[in-house]
């Protein structure tokens, strides 16, 4: 795993990253914007399952907001991962950042099964089962905010 992330770090990307100013901010505002995309769809949508807005019929809702946050998610992973090369071996140690990503991994896990269950608009599920799916998405996604966020803020 030590030779996969040296090597990782040794990349032409992650060396050109590491030193240039603009090409690493343009990263990060773009990693920001994937997230801002990801957690606006995914908040919004969640409290609906949750009741509130209920005058809001939820499958044009999430017609909506579940496209924009699946194209956040993947401009935030790819960005995540451009992130992480220029200090894979350091990152890689960090207990804020594989909590993040089991965090990650629970909330797509989530989604999935409840996609698999109720249908890519979630008209067949429960009200019940849907608040219960929306409490854990919420928990996942915005723990890994946190965590995510505090990775500048740890190690060193």
């Known amino acids: 795993m030590e030779a996969f992330l040296a090597g990782l770090e040794g ?7 590491r030193v240039s100013r603009w090409g690493y901010a343009a990263v990060n505002a773009a990693h920001i914007f994937g997230i801002a995309l990801l957690i606006g769809s995914i908040v919004p949508l969640n409290l609906r399952l949750l009741g509130l807005w209920r005058g809001v019929p939820l499958q044009p809702l999430a017609r909506v907001l579940v496209p924009v946050a699946g194209a956040g998610l993947a401009l935030a992973v ?3 991962v451009l992130l992480f090369s220029i200090r894979a071996r350091e990152y890689a140690g960090l207990g804020v950042l594989q909590l993040k990503l089991a965090l990650i991994a629970a909330a797509l896990l989530s989604a999935f099964l409840a996609v698999r269950a109720y249908g890519p608009m979630l008209a067949t599920g429960g009200a019940n089962r849907l608040r219960a799916h929306a409490i854990v998405s919420l928990t996942c996604w915005l723990g890994a905010l946190v965590c995510g966020r ?3 803020f740890v190690g060193d």
Not at 11 to 17: G, K, N, P, V
């Open 11 to 17: 990349t032409s990307l992650a060396q050109a990253l």
């Open 150 to 152: 505090l990775i500048g």
């Open 78 to 80: 790819a960005m995540d």
